[in-house]
């Protein structure tokens, strides 16, 4: 048996999907919830699979990034324009930033985050880590209230 627990966070973003026939060609914004699910195989010395604390600290940078920012492709025709009005671009080196691609990106990030056993410190000085033997299990990232996708191991 495993012990599972799952973190939600939301952002607003925009993203142009230029591979797309339709509307979603053009600049259009979600408010996204993205969820992060952890599983370890036994609780560590707190009873926890982890502190969401921790959660929280680590997946603050990609959250800033995406925060209120246009996901685009590089490759993107208005790449050029947008680059000169609007103030936070992400981009996607050729490939559009659908919602599959999010979630993917944002599995991608935190795997390399867990991997790499840091230290994170809340505004107090207050030290959190991930225990030894936490693995990301999958991230899901909604579009809308009725549409997700979802990237991992399961």
Known sequence: MIYRVCKSFHVESGHMLSKHPG????????????????WRQALDTQEMVCDFKALKLAMAPILAQLDHAMA?????????????????????EDQDPTTEV???????????????????????GVE???????????????????????????
């Not at 050029?80 to 936070?88: D, K, N, Y």
């Not at 990030?109 to 994170?120: D, I, N, P, Q, T």
């Not at 936490?134 to 990232?141: H, K, T």
């Open 23 to 38: 509307l979603c060609r053009h600049p259009h914004g979600h408010s996204r919830r993205i969820d992060v699910v952890l």
């Open 72 to 92: 685009i492709n590089s490759r993107d025709p208005a790449r050029q324009s947008l680059e000169t009005t609007s103030g936070r671009l992400v981009i996607f």
């Open 102 to 124: 999010l979630a993917r990106w944002v599995y991608q990030f935190l795997s390399a985050e867990l991997a790499a056993g840091k230290v994170y410190r809340d505004s107090g």
């Open 128 to 154: 959190y880590r991930f225990p030894d033997g936490v693995r990301l299990e999958r991230v899901r990232v909604s579009e809308t209230a009725s549409t997700w996708a979802e990237y991992g191991t399961t």
